[in-house]
């Protein structure tokens, strides 16, 4: 139960950092800035590398 409810709060926090970055972007397009910033490219590449892990967990994967 602590699981799910864990799940579910990661889930929501990963769709609020995903539409931050999809804002950010939208910004980016309107000002003229070409591509993602070395920052923003960091940051995904941990939030993609945190739900690998986190949905090997759920499935009960041992890594």
């Known amino acids: 139960m602590v699981t799910a ?3 579910s709060g990661w889930r929501s926090w990963l769709a609020l950092k995903r539409q ?3 804002e950010r972007h939208a910004a980016d397009a309107q ?3 070409s ?4 920052g923003s490219r960091i940051e ?3 939030l993609k590398e945190r ?3 986190l ?3 759920a499935a ?3 890594l």
């Open 5 to 7: 409810a864990s799940l």
């Open 20 to 22: 931050e970055l999809i």
């Open 31 to 33: 000002t003229g800035t």
């Open 35 to 38: 591509g993602p910033s070395i």
């Open 44 to 46: 995904v590449a941990d």
């Open 51 to 53: 739900i690998r892990k």
């Open 55 to 57: 949905e090997a967990i």
């Open 60 to 62: 009960g994967v041992d």
